[in-house]
């Protein structure tokens, strides 16, 4: 999936309120800007990420939690 695609799946992920599509989605953007070196981009997607796995009460929470964690992004929920 090349850069236009992702962003046009994130819209329509948004459009129809797609908890999990959103956390897939923006976890991926996070994945790309991270390897690409983009530290802070990597944690803006992360955070999306991981706000939307929250709000859905989806498992991915923990791990993008301690992804932002290790990044100084945000507190560990669980010790």
């Not at 819209?11 to 991926?28: G, M």
Request: hydrophobic share 45%; glycine share 6%.
């Amino acid at each position: 999936m090349d850069r236009a695609d992702l962003d046009r799946a994130l819209l329509k992920a948004h459009e129809d309120k797609d908890s999990v599509a959103l956390v897939r989605l923006y976890t991926l953007a996070g994945d790309r800007a991270e390897e690409a070196g983009n530290i802070d981009a990597a944690c803006f997607y992360l955070t999306h990420a991981f706000v939307f796995a929250l709000e859905g009460g989806l498992p991915e929470a923990k791990e993008l939690n301690r992804r932002l964690a290790e990044r100084g992004r945000a507190h560990p929920l669980e010790p």
